[in-house]
């Protein structure tokens, strides 16, 4: 976003979203499959990882019709605090720790600043559209304590 790169490399999805005819799992088995891995601690996007990895499944939502956030949510194990949210919150800590024992590193306060907007932003589009609630607040130090 903050640099002048245009991002389009990576890896694409196909175009048509199509069961894979050697699948051989039905989408309840796959939903019980999320279920289980996120009681074991896996975020939305390992689970993804680990049912593509260890099952064979290369994307579940041609699978069962739903991405995975959406099986969690119906199951009522979505995490409080989004995914996306969460990492750039451990982000900024892991930058305030550097800035305590290096001061005069510039570079690491820009991209603090950098981080905190983007959180900002972030927030602001979550209670907007409902997965936070309106009187949640970002503070750095509240937040430090429950991730730690």
């Known amino acids: 976003m903050h640099s002048r790169k245009k991002g389009k490399a990576g890896s694409k999805k196909p ?22 891995l996120s009681k074991e601690g896996y975020s939305p996007s390992q689970i993804g990882m680990h049912l593509r990895d260890t099952y064979g499944i290369p994307v579940s939502k041609t699978v ?34 550097h800035r305590e024992t290096n001061k005069k590193d510039m570079t690491a306060k820009r991209g603090l600043l950098l981080t905190d907007s983007k959180i900002r932003r972030l927030v602001k ?10 009187e949640w607040q970002y503070d750095p130090e509240k937040v430090r304590l429950l991730i730690e």
Request: hydrophobic share 35%; net charge positive.
């Open 64 to 97: 069962t019709g739903k991405s995975v956030t959406r099986i969690l949510d119906e199951k009522k194990l979505l995490p409080k605090i989004p995914e996306d949210l969460m990492a750039l919150i451990k982000k900024s800590i892991m930058i305030k720790k």
């Open 15 to 36: 175009l048509k979203p199509v069961k894979p005819s050697w699948l051989r799992y039905k989408p309840t088995e796959v939903e019980f499959i999320i279920a289980k």
């Open 125 to 134: 589009y979550y209670k907007s559209s409902g997965k936070l609630p309106s």
